[in-house]
């Protein structure tokens, strides 16, 4: 089963680079055969690059409410009715990729949330969200690893 982690966000604005940041992370470990991981940044293109995928993990930075760092994961098909849409690109490419694929071929989605402390210009991420960093590299691994998603 083909897999795609795909690290979003603008790495020009501290922690809305964060998936970008996960992304390069994941690029020097081992990942199991099938697993491929993208760095998808701000270009809205990149669902296109996921034809083909029956898995995608999706990694972006989130705003929930909670302490800068906090990981969320989000699993299937989710309502986004409390996700800050302004600080969360993957709404937009998960939007985008149920749009595009035929009804009932649309892959299994993860999406791997991080809150960000700072979204402003810089390419260093705050203390908190790089602290983050190793945790959810470990957490995609695991996913990745899970034979089934849905429940």
């Known amino acids: 089963m083909r897999t795609a982690i795909v690290g979003i ?3 020009l604005m501290r922690d809305d680079g964060v998936g970008v940041h996960v992304a390069r992370a994941l690029t020097e470990t081992s990942l199991p055969c099938g697993v491929e991981v993208i760095d998808g940044g701000t270009d809205p293109d ?3 690059a996921l034809d083909g995928f029956e898995r995608v993990v999706v ?4 705003r929930g409410g909670e302490a800068p760092g906090t990981v969320y994961r989000l699993d299937g098909d989710v309502e986004f ?3 800050d849409r302004g600080a969360c690109h993957d709404v937009g490419l998960l939007d985008t990729l149920r749009a595009v694929r035929p009804v009932g071929e649309a892959p299994e989605v993860v999406l791997l949330g991080v809150e960000p402390e700072e979204i402003d210009w ?6 908190a969200v790089r602290a ?3 945790r959810v590299v470990e957490i995609v ?3 990745v690893r899970q034979k089934t998603w849905r429940s």
């Open 46 to 48: 990149v669902v296109f």
């Open 59 to 62: 990694v972006d930075a989130m």
């Open 9 to 11: 966000g603008n790495s």
């Open 122 to 127: 810089g390419t260093e991420l705050s203390p």
């Open 81 to 83: 009715d409390g996700v």
């Open 141 to 143: 691994h695991g996913v």
């Open 132 to 134: 983050s960093v190793p």
